[in-house]
T-cell receptor, first 114, second 114 residues
């Protein structure tokens, strides 16, 4: 069966510091991968998605970036964090081969920028 | 473009009450429809799905029917429990130029009191 991991689970970082969040998927190949942000009490905002290694699409302008160095690894980064980057970050995957399959979500990373 | 609109919350019910959370959608193609549940501090879990008109998705006592004529996918449960307290997201998946596109509602918070 497929599983998705995210780490760290929680992170407290000062403004201006760098960020690296990692997501890995097991049990599937060529997945589509997604990064979402969820502000407190709010819905999901799609940040990035990837359909393959090195292929990243950005949905909103921001100081975050994403990379996909391996088929089942997706990394969210920032060179300098802002207070507004605080939130709950969710990684998700879906089948890259099917037309109408659902997304599966990781456990999330709670980021607090102080 | 595609979108999902779901009932504003929060919703507070007594245990064993009947639950309905409304969800309507706009789509250009033939989407699949989903309900996700998010417990505090966790990622989203797929609750149920329906892939074509008149399909009924069901799981853990929850049900939703894909109604193409009313573009709706309302979530229902006959008798809620305290453990059902969570945030519920309606979502759709549609096939676009870049593959599967996912759209989420803003979420509805449900609190069940004993």
């Amino acid at each position: 069966s497929q599983t998705i991991h995210q780490w760290p689970a929680t992170l407290v970082q000062p403004v201006g510091s760098p960020l690296s969040l990692e997501c890995t998927v097991e049990g599937t190949s060529n997945p589509n991968l997604y990064w979402y942000r969820q502000a407190a009490g709010r819905g999901l905002q799609l940040l990035f998605y990837s359909v393959g290694i090195g292929q990243i699409s950005s949905e909103v302008p921001q100081n975050l970036s994403a990379s996909r160095p391996q088929d089942r690894q997706f990394i969210l980064s920032s060179k300098k964090l802002l207070l507004s980057d605080s939130g709950f970050y969710l990684c998700a995957w879906s089948s890259g081969r099917a037309r109408v399959y659902e997304q599966y979500f990781g456990p999330g990373t709670r980021l607090t920028v102080t | 473009g595609d979108s999902v609109t779901q009932m504003e919350g929060p919703v507070t019910l007594s245990e064993e009450a009947f639950l309905t959370i409304n969800c309507t959608y706009t789509a250009t193609g033939y989407p699949s429809l989903f309900w996700y549940v998010q417990y505090p501090g966790e990622g989203l879990q797929l609750l149920l799905k329906a892939t074509k008109a008149d399909d009924k998705g069901s799981n853990k006592g929850f049900e939703a029917t894909y109604r193409k004529e009313t573009t709706s996918f309302h979530l229902e449960k006959g008798s809620v429990q305290v453990s059902d307290s969570a945030v519920y997201f309606c979502a759709l998946s549609d096939w676009g130029n870049t593959g599967n596109q996912f759209y989420f509602g803003t979420g509805t918070s449900l609190t069940v009191i004993p």
